[in-house]
């Protein structure tokens, strides 16, 4: 007889096989260097650096 409990673990594994299979490539280093160089990129991460410095600042004027 076919288990359904017995077959979860199987379905699982074929599933996690089939996303992995699915994700996209992963960059070079060189790639991720030219991306991480650009201006915008550069300028965005400024920015989400400050935004979580100032989130974590509220947050301990919060919590003090």
């Known amino acids: 007889m076919n288990n359904p409990i017995q ?3 199987e379905m699982q594994e074929l599933k996690r096989r ?3 299979a699915a994700a996209p490539q992963i960059e070079t280093n060189d790639e ?3 991306s991480t160089r650009d201006a915008d990129t550069m300028l965005s991460m400024t ?5 979580c410095l100032a989130l974590a600042a509220l947050a301990h004027v919060f919590v003090s």
């Open 32 to 34: 991720l260097r030219a």
């Open 18 to 20: 089939h996303s992995i």
């Open 47 to 51: 920015v989400l650096l400050l935004a």
């Open 7 to 9: 077959q979860e673990p």
